[in-house]
């Protein structure tokens, strides 16, 4: 294990990934390089049906990908090109006519289109574009297994009218839950994170633009069933002027924690506190908010306090030695607690994270979860930054000690496994 994770988790403001790539990830990926292999020679070997209706639904998923943005924490990104895929998968019809195409033509042109659409940002070496072509696949194959083979037995001919159009949401709304779930277990393989949680988060996405996604999904098959492919751009409208708004909003929530970041560094630029201490506590809170199972609005709410949490100092005429207030007496750390948080309601920042700044000096028996997290990582880490190489073990142990008031032992439990998995080094300033 790589023994500058901590240096990693204050650079990125993420914990970062497992750097070995586990062996259950790596059986999904090889499971889908299987399928999409074995579906292009079916359909190399039996020939493209349909050459029209399969280009223009491959255009579409193509233009789709090529307008995915990465860097916001929504979780589809790609909303027009998923929209597409799916439609295509459960595309019955085509202007009153039947189509022939199955399965494995589905995962085909699918697979082909979203690679040659995410050629680009591989280029520019922008997201996780190998777990996306992975979830896409994985996604799409699903909901072509439970249409293609009972619609082409025909099945399906007596499903008329709203029948069919129910029939058609049900798909989608199994398709969303088995991208949830599956999107969840890669991310649980890939850092251990608890699985409850990534899937509560994961099912919580899908109610948002998940939803939008499934609705044009079936619409735009429903729609090329009846008039054809002039549907294809008539619906896609629509779903753009979504994906843009979107953006928009994923980049007015990156401007504000990125004033956050700042605000947080006044207390570094002023010399109350080491450099990049409100960064590592915040990267380290987060990730044991993680392993604690918190939702991502509990963790960005914790992300923010953890950031924030020393902002009181600035009220001090003398600063801290070091910013270390873990040291002070109870009665000063939560006089500068309470002038932290009338700080952050001044700020206009959530109120909840005024809270936690103001109740991360108080006994944790009386703290929310997320002043509990804060406390003990702050701790930990002024405590490991005053006992020098190997003081990782010697705060730990402090902190287990401190149990019986100060600190939850759960949390310092969480704290430690976390670390263990990042190697116990001392973290670094800066």
Known sequence: MSALTPRLVARSGRFPWHPRLP?????????????TLVALAD???????????????????????LTRWSGAEERESAPLGASAALSYALLGEQAGQPTH??????????AAAALLGCVPHVARGRGPTVDHL????????????????????????????????????????????????????????????????????????????????????????????????????????????????????????????????????AT????????????RVAALSRAVGRELGLSEPDLTVLEYAALMHDIGQLSLVDPVPAGATSALAADEQRRIALLGGAVVRQTGVDAEVAVVVERQADPYREQPVT?????????????????????????????????????QPEVVESLARVLLRGGLTLPQAG
């Open 23 to 35: 062996v259950p990830l790596s059986l999904v990926r090889a499971l889908t390089l299987l399928l």
């Open 43 to 65: 359909t190399l070997w039996h020939g493209l049906d349909e050459r029209g209706t399969a280009l223009a639904f491959g255009i579409l998923i193509t233009v789709g990908e």
């Open 101 to 110: 195409h199955g399965v494995f033509q589905v995962v085909t042109v699918v």
């Open 134 to 265: 992975t979830r896409r696949v994985l996604t799409v194959a699903f909901a072509a297994v439970c249409f293609q083979p009972l619609y082409n037995q025909g099945r399906l001919l007596e499903w008329g009218g709203p029948a069919y159009a129910l029939l058609l949401v049900a798909l989608l709304v199994l398709t969303a839950l088995c991208d949830a779930v599956l999107a969840a277990a890669l991310a649980h393989t890939r850092t251990r994170w608890p699985f409850g949680p990534l899937l509560w988060d994961e099912l919580r996405a899908t109610l948002g633009i998940g939803s939008a996604v499934c609705a044009t999904g079936a619409v735009m098959s429903l729609a090329v069933a009846v008039v054809g492919l002039w549907a294809l751009p008539v619906f896609s409208l629509p779903l753009l002027l979504t994906q843009l708004s979107f953006r928009r909003y994923a980049a007015v929530r990156v401007t504000y924690r990125q004033t956050i970041a700042s605000l947080a560094r």
């Open 268 to 279: 570094e630029i002023a010399g109350y506190t080491p450099a990049g201490h409100a960064r």
């Open 371 to 407: 002043a509990r997290i804060v406390r003990a990582v702050n701790a930990y880490e002024e405590l490991a930054r005053e006992a020098g190489p190997g003081g990782t073990l010697t705060a730990l142990e402090k902190l287990r000690l401190a149990t019986a008031r100060d600190y």
